[in-house]
Protein backbone atom coordinates (compact mmCIF):
# COMPACT_ATOMS: atom_id res chain seq x y z
CA UNK A 1 0.00 0.00 0.00
CA UNK A 2 0.81 3.86 -0.22
CA UNK A 3 0.19 5.09 3.51
CA UNK A 4 0.42 9.39 3.63
CA UNK A 5 1.13 9.95 7.53
CA UNK A 6 0.35 13.65 8.74
CA UNK A 7 1.64 14.89 12.24
CA UNK A 8 1.23 18.11 13.32
CA UNK A 9 5.18 17.71 14.74
CA UNK A 10 7.95 15.61 14.00
CA UNK A 11 11.59 15.16 14.64
CA UNK A 12 13.96 16.30 15.36
CA UNK A 13 11.66 17.54 18.27
CA UNK A 14 11.53 14.38 20.27
CA UNK A 15 8.00 13.47 21.86
CA UNK A 16 5.82 10.59 22.29
CA UNK A 17 3.57 11.83 18.91
CA UNK A 18 6.63 12.36 16.64
CA UNK A 19 8.89 8.74 18.19
CA UNK A 20 5.63 7.01 17.30
CA UNK A 21 4.80 8.73 13.99
CA UNK A 22 8.82 7.52 13.24
CA UNK A 23 8.08 4.15 14.74
CA UNK A 24 4.87 3.53 12.75
CA UNK A 25 6.70 4.91 9.06
CA UNK A 26 9.51 2.54 9.58
CA UNK A 27 7.79 -0.37 10.37
CA UNK A 28 5.35 -0.36 7.39
CA UNK A 29 8.30 0.33 5.28
CA UNK A 30 10.22 -2.72 7.09
CA UNK A 31 6.66 -4.45 5.66
CA UNK A 32 7.46 -3.76 2.42
CA UNK A 33 5.03 -0.27 2.46
CA UNK A 34 4.85 2.75 0.97
CA UNK A 35 5.53 5.42 3.10
CA UNK A 36 5.39 9.56 2.90
CA UNK A 37 5.21 11.59 6.36
CA UNK A 38 3.28 15.05 6.18
CA UNK A 39 5.24 17.40 8.75
CA UNK A 40 6.50 20.61 9.49
CA UNK A 41 9.92 21.25 8.37
CA UNK A 42 12.95 20.68 10.46
CA UNK A 43 14.24 24.16 11.57
CA UNK A 44 17.25 25.64 9.64
CA UNK A 45 19.86 23.60 10.07
CA UNK A 46 18.26 21.00 12.22
CA UNK A 47 18.00 17.58 10.81
CA UNK A 48 15.88 14.45 11.39
CA UNK A 49 17.92 12.23 13.75
CA UNK A 50 18.03 8.58 13.89
CA UNK A 51 16.02 7.80 17.28
CA UNK A 52 16.31 4.26 17.53
CA UNK A 53 13.37 3.39 15.26
CA UNK A 54 13.89 -0.24 13.22
CA UNK A 55 13.08 0.27 9.01
CA UNK A 56 13.60 2.35 6.04
CA UNK A 57 13.50 6.18 6.48
CA UNK A 58 10.25 7.19 5.06
CA UNK A 59 9.66 9.72 2.21
CA UNK A 60 8.71 13.27 3.18
CA UNK A 61 6.85 16.27 2.21
CA UNK A 62 8.03 19.22 4.31
CA UNK A 63 5.42 21.73 5.38
CA UNK A 64 6.40 25.34 5.79
CA UNK A 65 6.55 25.65 9.57
CA UNK A 66 7.77 28.22 12.21
CA UNK A 67 8.19 28.10 15.99
CA UNK A 68 5.93 29.64 18.70
CA UNK A 69 7.49 32.31 20.86
CA UNK A 70 6.50 31.73 24.13
CA UNK A 71 3.56 28.29 24.18
CA UNK A 72 5.32 25.75 22.29
CA UNK A 73 8.64 23.96 23.62
CA UNK A 74 11.99 24.78 21.78
CA UNK A 75 12.33 22.67 18.61
CA UNK A 76 8.73 22.23 18.39
CA UNK A 77 7.94 23.62 14.89
CA UNK A 78 4.48 24.61 14.03
CA UNK A 79 2.82 24.02 10.11
CA UNK A 80 1.95 27.32 8.11
CA UNK A 81 -1.82 26.38 7.59
CA UNK A 82 -1.14 27.50 3.47
CA UNK A 83 -3.80 25.20 1.57
CA UNK A 84 -1.16 26.14 -0.91
CA UNK A 85 2.00 24.88 0.00
CA UNK A 86 3.66 22.53 -2.61
CA UNK A 87 4.07 19.69 0.11
CA UNK A 88 -0.05 19.39 0.02
CA UNK A 89 0.87 18.90 -4.00
CA UNK A 90 3.43 16.60 -3.66
CA UNK A 91 0.94 14.76 -0.98
CA UNK A 92 -1.33 14.31 -3.75
CA UNK A 93 0.72 13.06 -6.40
CA UNK A 94 1.75 10.53 -4.08
CA UNK A 95 -1.47 9.16 -4.31
CA UNK A 96 -2.33 7.34 -1.09
CA UNK A 97 -4.26 4.05 -0.38
CA UNK A 98 -4.51 5.53 3.45
CA UNK A 99 -3.98 8.45 4.74
CA UNK A 100 -3.31 8.54 8.25
CA UNK A 101 -3.63 11.96 10.48
CA UNK A 102 -2.21 11.74 13.78
CA UNK A 103 -3.49 15.32 15.04
CA UNK A 104 -6.65 16.60 14.18
CA UNK A 105 -5.43 20.54 13.66
CA UNK A 106 -3.78 21.89 10.71
CA UNK A 107 -2.32 18.71 9.49
CA UNK A 108 -4.96 16.40 10.53
CA UNK A 109 -7.53 19.13 8.23
CA UNK A 110 -4.95 18.77 5.47
CA UNK A 111 -4.78 15.01 5.80
CA UNK A 112 -8.84 15.07 5.70
CA UNK A 113 -8.56 17.26 2.56
CA UNK A 114 -6.29 14.79 0.90
CA UNK A 115 -8.16 11.71 1.95
CA UNK A 116 -11.12 13.44 0.16
CA UNK A 117 -9.36 14.46 -2.69
CA UNK A 118 -7.79 10.54 -3.37
CA UNK A 119 -11.32 9.02 -2.37
CA UNK A 120 -9.20 7.07 -0.31
CA UNK A 121 -10.07 6.64 3.82
CA UNK A 122 -8.94 8.40 6.58
CA UNK A 123 -7.72 7.05 9.68
CA UNK A 124 -6.81 9.29 13.00
CA UNK A 125 -4.73 8.12 16.12
CA UNK A 126 -5.68 10.48 19.41
CA UNK A 127 -2.61 10.32 20.96
CA UNK A 128 -2.86 13.41 23.36
CA UNK A 129 -4.93 14.53 25.93
CA UNK A 130 -5.32 18.04 24.51
CA UNK A 131 -7.73 19.23 27.60
CA UNK A 132 -4.82 18.61 29.83
CA UNK A 133 -2.70 21.40 28.12
CA UNK A 134 -4.89 23.74 28.21
CA UNK A 135 -3.00 25.58 30.78
CA UNK A 136 -0.40 26.86 29.05
CA UNK A 137 -3.38 28.91 27.26
CA UNK A 138 -3.59 31.31 30.79
CA UNK A 139 -6.97 32.64 31.30
CA UNK A 140 -8.10 31.40 28.01
CA UNK A 141 -7.49 27.95 29.21
CA UNK A 142 -11.21 26.89 29.45
CA UNK A 143 -12.31 28.19 26.70
CA UNK A 144 -9.68 26.74 24.48
CA UNK A 145 -10.47 23.35 26.13
CA UNK A 146 -14.51 23.51 25.60
CA UNK A 147 -13.50 24.34 21.45
CA UNK A 148 -11.16 22.06 20.71
CA UNK A 149 -13.21 19.10 22.66
CA UNK A 150 -16.10 20.29 20.25
CA UNK A 151 -13.86 20.22 16.87
CA UNK A 152 -12.28 16.55 18.06
CA UNK A 153 -15.67 15.34 18.29
CA UNK A 154 -16.32 16.09 14.42
CA UNK A 155 -12.80 15.47 13.57
CA UNK A 156 -13.62 12.02 15.05
CA UNK A 157 -17.00 11.48 13.06
CA UNK A 158 -14.95 12.30 9.76
CA UNK A 159 -12.75 9.35 10.05
CA UNK A 160 -12.97 5.53 8.84
CA UNK A 161 -11.09 4.90 11.62
CA UNK A 162 -9.97 6.18 15.48
CA UNK A 163 -7.10 4.65 17.39
CA UNK A 164 -6.67 4.74 20.84
CA UNK A 165 -3.06 3.83 22.49
CA UNK A 166 -4.99 2.72 25.41
CA UNK A 167 -8.81 1.00 26.78
CA UNK A 168 -9.13 3.66 28.75
CA UNK A 169 -9.02 6.39 26.13
CA UNK A 170 -10.64 3.93 23.86
CA UNK A 171 -13.89 4.12 26.52
CA UNK A 172 -13.25 7.46 26.90
CA UNK A 173 -13.60 8.51 23.04
CA UNK A 174 -16.77 6.13 22.56
CA UNK A 175 -18.85 7.72 25.46
CA UNK A 176 -18.69 11.08 23.74
CA UNK A 177 -19.54 9.36 20.00
CA UNK A 178 -23.08 8.40 18.86
CA UNK A 179 -24.19 4.94 18.65
CA UNK A 180 -23.57 4.09 15.45
CA UNK A 181 -19.67 5.70 15.19
CA UNK A 182 -18.69 3.63 18.21
CA UNK A 183 -17.43 0.79 16.22
CA UNK A 184 -14.74 2.26 14.50
CA UNK A 185 -13.23 2.81 17.69
CA UNK A 186 -9.70 0.93 18.05
CA UNK A 187 -7.77 0.03 20.57
CA UNK A 188 -3.86 0.08 19.24
CA UNK A 189 -0.97 0.63 21.19
CA UNK A 190 2.13 2.44 20.15
CA UNK A 191 4.82 -0.60 20.12
CA UNK A 192 8.39 0.10 21.35
CA UNK A 193 11.33 -1.43 19.55
CA UNK A 194 12.06 -4.66 22.15
CA UNK A 195 15.10 -6.15 20.76
CA UNK A 196 16.74 -2.96 20.34
CA UNK A 197 15.99 -1.53 23.47
CA UNK A 198 17.63 -5.00 25.29
CA UNK A 199 20.90 -4.89 23.23
CA UNK A 200 21.59 -1.51 24.26
CA UNK A 201 24.54 -1.45 26.36
CA UNK A 202 23.44 0.27 29.91
CA UNK A 203 24.38 3.53 30.77
CA UNK A 204 25.64 3.57 34.74
CA UNK A 205 25.05 6.84 35.84
CA UNK A 206 26.97 6.19 39.75
CA UNK A 207 30.21 6.93 38.10
CA UNK A 208 29.09 10.16 36.63
CA UNK A 209 26.88 11.18 39.48
CA UNK A 210 29.98 10.19 42.22
CA UNK A 211 27.39 8.21 43.75
CA UNK A 212 28.28 4.93 45.36
CA UNK A 213 28.12 1.51 43.07
CA UNK A 214 26.13 0.09 46.03
CA UNK A 215 23.25 2.85 45.71
CA UNK A 216 19.69 2.28 44.55
CA UNK A 217 18.73 4.28 41.55
CA UNK A 218 15.30 5.39 40.93
CA UNK A 219 14.99 6.79 37.31
CA UNK A 220 11.97 8.60 35.63
CA UNK A 221 12.24 9.49 31.65
CA UNK A 222 9.77 12.24 30.34
CA UNK A 223 9.67 16.31 29.89
CA UNK A 224 10.03 18.12 32.82
CA UNK A 225 6.55 19.80 32.98
CA UNK A 226 3.60 20.08 35.06
CA UNK A 227 1.42 17.90 33.17
CA UNK A 228 4.14 14.80 33.75
CA UNK A 229 4.18 15.42 37.28
CA UNK A 230 7.87 15.49 37.81
CA UNK A 231 7.59 17.63 40.96
CA UNK A 232 5.80 14.54 42.75
CA UNK A 233 8.39 12.10 42.00
CA UNK A 234 10.87 14.75 43.55
CA UNK A 235 8.54 15.02 46.28
CA UNK A 236 8.09 11.27 47.15
CA UNK A 237 11.95 10.77 46.54
CA UNK A 238 12.47 13.50 49.32
CA UNK A 239 10.46 11.78 51.47
CA UNK A 240 11.30 7.79 51.12
CA UNK A 241 15.17 8.95 50.99
CA UNK A 242 15.32 10.30 54.71
CA UNK A 243 14.74 6.68 55.51
CA UNK A 244 16.64 4.85 52.83
CA UNK A 245 19.89 6.83 52.99
CA UNK A 246 21.14 4.75 49.42
CA UNK A 247 18.66 5.97 47.34
CA UNK A 248 19.76 8.19 44.50
CA UNK A 249 17.14 10.20 41.83
CA UNK A 250 17.65 10.04 37.93
CA UNK A 251 15.63 12.47 36.19
CA UNK A 252 16.09 12.48 32.56
CA UNK A 253 15.03 14.67 30.30
CA UNK A 254 14.47 18.32 29.78
CA UNK A 255 11.59 20.87 30.01
CA UNK A 256 9.80 24.26 31.63
CA UNK A 257 10.36 23.08 35.05
CA UNK A 258 14.50 21.77 34.81
CA UNK A 259 15.54 25.39 36.56
CA UNK A 260 12.63 24.53 39.16
CA UNK A 261 13.84 21.00 40.03
CA UNK A 262 17.54 21.92 39.63
CA UNK A 263 17.35 24.34 42.45
CA UNK A 264 14.86 22.18 44.96
CA UNK A 265 17.75 19.14 44.10
CA UNK A 266 20.31 21.44 45.62
CA UNK A 267 18.21 21.69 48.65
CA UNK A 268 20.32 20.29 52.02
CA UNK A 269 18.29 17.33 52.03
CA UNK A 270 18.79 16.25 48.16
CA UNK A 271 21.93 17.80 47.82
CA UNK A 272 24.27 15.23 45.84
CA UNK A 273 21.48 12.64 45.75
CA UNK A 274 19.02 13.89 42.62
CA UNK A 275 20.86 14.35 39.08
CA UNK A 276 19.12 15.67 36.51
CA UNK A 277 20.34 14.51 33.01
CA UNK A 278 19.08 17.73 30.92
CA UNK A 279 17.64 16.41 27.25
CA UNK A 280 19.25 13.89 25.77
CA UNK A 281 19.39 11.95 22.67
CA UNK A 282 17.15 9.79 22.61
CA UNK A 283 19.25 6.49 21.92
CA UNK A 284 21.41 8.06 25.42
CA UNK A 285 18.17 8.60 27.15
CA UNK A 286 17.38 5.00 26.91
CA UNK A 287 20.59 3.56 27.39
CA UNK A 288 20.43 6.20 30.97
CA UNK A 289 17.56 4.38 31.86
CA UNK A 290 18.62 0.77 31.37
CA UNK A 291 21.09 1.58 33.92
CA UNK A 292 18.84 2.19 36.60
CA UNK A 293 17.07 -0.11 39.08
CA UNK A 294 13.68 1.39 39.23
CA UNK A 295 11.32 3.27 37.20
CA UNK A 296 9.10 5.50 39.16
CA UNK A 297 5.76 7.13 36.71
CA UNK A 298 2.92 10.01 38.26
CA UNK A 299 1.97 11.33 35.01
CA UNK A 300 -1.92 11.84 34.71
CA UNK A 301 -2.16 13.57 31.44
CA UNK A 302 -0.81 10.23 28.97
CA UNK A 303 -2.96 8.42 26.36
CA UNK A 304 -0.75 5.52 26.95
CA UNK A 305 2.26 6.13 28.89
CA UNK A 306 4.70 4.62 26.09
CA UNK A 307 8.02 5.10 28.19
CA UNK A 308 6.22 2.28 30.56
CA UNK A 309 6.68 -0.11 27.87
CA UNK A 310 10.13 0.95 27.50
CA UNK A 311 11.35 0.74 30.93
CA UNK A 312 9.91 -3.05 31.07
CA UNK A 313 11.08 -3.40 27.89
CA UNK A 314 14.77 -2.13 29.90
CA UNK A 315 13.93 -4.60 32.56
CA UNK A 316 13.21 -1.81 35.18
CA UNK A 317 10.54 -2.60 37.63
CA UNK A 318 7.74 0.48 37.39
CA UNK A 319 5.96 1.80 40.29
CA UNK A 320 3.07 3.56 38.80
CA UNK A 321 0.70 5.77 40.05
CA UNK A 322 -3.22 5.01 38.67
CA UNK A 323 -3.55 7.33 35.30
CA UNK A 324 -4.65 6.66 31.57
CA UNK A 325 -2.95 3.97 30.23
CA UNK A 326 -0.63 2.18 32.80
CA UNK A 327 -2.98 -0.85 33.29
CA UNK A 328 -2.47 -1.46 30.05
CA UNK A 329 1.38 -1.22 30.24
CA UNK A 330 2.14 -2.76 34.13
CA UNK A 331 0.64 -5.68 35.34
CA UNK A 332 0.40 -4.75 39.25
CA UNK A 333 3.00 -7.34 41.69
CA UNK A 334 3.90 -9.02 38.50
CA UNK A 335 6.91 -6.19 37.29
CA UNK A 336 5.58 -3.15 38.91
CA UNK A 337 3.37 -1.88 41.11
CA UNK A 338 0.07 0.72 40.84
CA UNK A 339 -0.48 3.09 43.11
CA UNK A 340 -4.07 4.77 43.47
CA UNK A 341 -4.30 8.34 42.15
CA UNK A 342 -6.83 9.58 44.70
CA UNK A 343 -6.98 11.32 46.99
CA UNK A 344 -4.93 13.29 45.36
CA UNK A 345 -3.83 15.26 48.64
CA UNK A 346 -1.87 12.07 49.78
CA UNK A 347 -0.46 11.09 46.75
CA UNK A 348 3.23 12.24 47.52
CA UNK A 349 2.88 10.19 50.60
CA UNK A 350 1.67 7.10 49.25
CA UNK A 351 3.86 7.22 46.30
CA UNK A 352 7.11 7.45 48.64
CA UNK A 353 5.58 4.74 51.46
CA UNK A 354 5.59 2.25 47.99
CA UNK A 355 9.16 3.71 46.97
CA UNK A 356 10.66 2.98 50.13
CA UNK A 357 8.85 -0.35 50.36
CA UNK A 358 10.12 -1.53 47.21
CA UNK A 359 13.58 -0.05 47.60
CA UNK A 360 14.07 -2.18 50.67
CA UNK A 361 12.63 -5.80 49.05
CA UNK A 362 15.91 -6.94 46.81
CA UNK A 363 13.96 -10.25 46.46
CA UNK A 364 10.44 -8.69 44.46
CA UNK A 365 12.21 -6.00 42.76
CA UNK A 366 14.45 -8.90 41.33
CA UNK A 367 11.51 -10.73 40.04
CA UNK A 368 9.58 -8.15 38.71
CA UNK A 369 12.74 -7.11 36.43
CA UNK A 370 12.85 -10.80 35.48
CA UNK A 371 9.68 -10.90 34.41
CA UNK A 372 9.68 -7.41 32.47
CA UNK A 373 12.42 -8.28 30.88
CA UNK A 374 10.70 -11.92 29.91
CA UNK A 375 7.53 -10.39 29.05
CA UNK A 376 8.28 -7.59 27.14
CA UNK A 377 7.70 -9.20 23.64
CA UNK A 378 4.10 -8.01 23.90
CA UNK A 379 5.09 -4.73 23.52
CA UNK A 380 7.51 -5.22 20.48
CA UNK A 381 6.62 -2.56 17.39
CA UNK A 382 6.36 -4.82 15.10
CA UNK A 383 2.75 -6.61 16.45
CA UNK A 384 1.57 -3.25 16.42
CA UNK A 385 2.35 -2.38 12.95
CA UNK A 386 0.59 -5.63 11.50
CA UNK A 387 -2.97 -4.61 13.86
CA UNK A 388 -2.70 -0.87 11.59
CA UNK A 389 -1.73 -2.70 8.89
CA UNK A 390 -4.85 -4.85 9.46
CA UNK A 391 -6.98 -1.80 9.80
CA UNK A 392 -5.61 0.16 7.09
CA UNK A 393 -7.02 -3.16 5.23
CA UNK A 394 -10.21 -3.21 6.74
CA UNK A 395 -11.20 0.35 6.33
CA UNK A 396 -9.34 0.06 2.36
CA UNK A 397 -12.11 -2.56 1.95
Do not use: C
Not at 30 to 47: E, S
Not at 263 to 286: I, K, Y
Not at 289 to 306: H, K, M, P, Y
Amino acid sequence: MRILLTSESYLPYVSGVTVSVDALARGLGARGHRVMVLAPRPAPGAAVEDVGSPGPEPQYAWLASYQLPRVAPPGYRMPVPNPADPALAEAGRFAPDIVHAHSPFVTGLMARRLARAAGRPLAFTHHTRFDDYSHYLGPFGRLGAVLSGAFIRRFWLGSAAIIAPSTELAEEIRLRLPRHARRRVVVIPTGVDVAGIQARRPIDSRPIAGWAPDTLVVASLGRLAPEKSPLTILEAFEIAARKRRDLRLLLIGGGPMEAELRERAESPTLAGRVRLTGQLPRPEALATLAGADLFVFASQTETQGLVLAEALAAGLPALAVEGPGVRDSVRDGVDGRILPADPAETRVERLAAALEEMARDDATRGSMAARARADAAGFAGERRVEQVESLYRAIAR
